[in-house]
C-alpha cells in the first residue's frame, strides 16, 4: 500500500480536488462511484481517496454478491446483474443519500454467501466501490464517478496473482474467471460506466496512475 500510494497520491489528490471543487461548499451528502473492470485497483484507490476527503467512508458492492452456489448454478460471473442484489444495493445508495443508517451485508468468501450484517452511517462522502456501482441503474443517484480502466494484459496479471496466491485458485480456475468475468461480462454489462465517469482513470502495468479523461455529466 505505501509503495501504492507513493506511485498515486498525486492522482488521488487530484480526484479529491476535482470533488471538492464540485460539492465543497454544500453539507449535501455526496455519491461517489468507483467502477471498472475487476483488477484495476478499485478497492485501494477507494480507501486512498477516502482517507484524502475525509469525513469519507467506503461501501464495498462486493459484499452484495449473491450466493456463489446460485452464480454457478447459472453459469454467471461477478459483473453479471443477477451476480448481484441490484435492488438492495439501490436501496442502500436511497439510505445514504437521505442520510438514512441501514445494515448492509457482510460477503464471506470462504463460504460463498451472506452470514452477517453491520450498521452503515452515511458520511459526508461515501465512495461507493465496485465494478457495479458505474452501472447504469445507478447513476440517476450517484453524484460523481470514477472509472478505473486497465490493458487486458495488467487485468490477467492482477487475476493470476490475487485470486491463486489470495484466494487458492488453480491456474485453470483463475483463467475461467478471468475470461468469463472481465472479458465475456464486464464487457457487456460495465463499459457504459466509462460513457458516464467523471474522471475516466487508466491504470497501468505497474499500477501507477493517470487521469485518462475528464468529463461531465452535468
Not at 480536488?17 to 485501494?44: H, M, Q, W, Y
Not at 447459472?74 to 448481484?84: S, T
Not at 457504459?192 to 461531465?216: H, M, P, Q, T, W
Request: hydrophobic share 35%.
Amino acid at each position: 500500500m505505501d509503495r501504492w500510494k507513493e506511485l498515486n497520491g498525486d492522482v488521488v489528490r487530484e480526484v479529491r480536488d476535482v470533488i471538492l471543487e464540485r460539492f465543497g461548499t454544500n453539507g449535501d451528502t455526496v455519491l461517489v462511484a468507483v467502477g471498472g473492470p475487476g483488477g484495476t485497483g478499485k478497492s485501494t484507490f477507494s480507501r486512498a481517496l477516502a482517507d484524502v476527503l475525509r469525513h469519507a467512508e467506503v461501501l464495498k458492492l462486493d459484499d452484495y454478491k449473491t450466493e456463489r452456489e446460485s452464480r454457478r448454478a447459472k453459469g454467471i460471473y461477478g459483473p453479471h446483474p443477477e451476480a448481484n442484489e441490484m435492488d438492495l444495493v439501490h436501496w442502500h445508495i436511497e439510505d445514504i443519500k437521505n442520510k438514512r443508517i441501514f445494515f448492509k451485508p457482510i460477503y464471506d468468501p470462504r463460504r460463498g454467501g451472506i452470514d452477517l450484517t453491520e450498521a452503515y452511517q452515511p458520511a459526508r462522502f461515501n465512495i461507493i466501490d465496485g465494478e457495479i456501482s458505474t452501472y447504469e441503474r445507478f447513476m440517476e443517484i450517484i453524484d460523481f464517478s470514477v472509472y478505473i480502466d486497465a490493458a487486458f494484459s495488467t487485468q490477467l496479471n492482477t487475476r493470476l496473482t490475487r485470486d491463486i496466491k489470495e484466494k487458492g485458485y488453480t491456474l485453470q480456475k483463475a483463467l475461467a474467471t478471468f475470461f468469463g468475468s472481465n472479458v465475456r461480462e464486464f464487457l457487456r454489462y460495465g463499459t457504459s460506466g466509462r460513457d458516464n465517469a467523471d474522471i475516466i482513470l487508466f491504470c497501468n502495468s505497474d499500477y501507477s496512475l493517470e487521469v485518462s479523461e475528464k468529463n461531465s455529466r452535468n
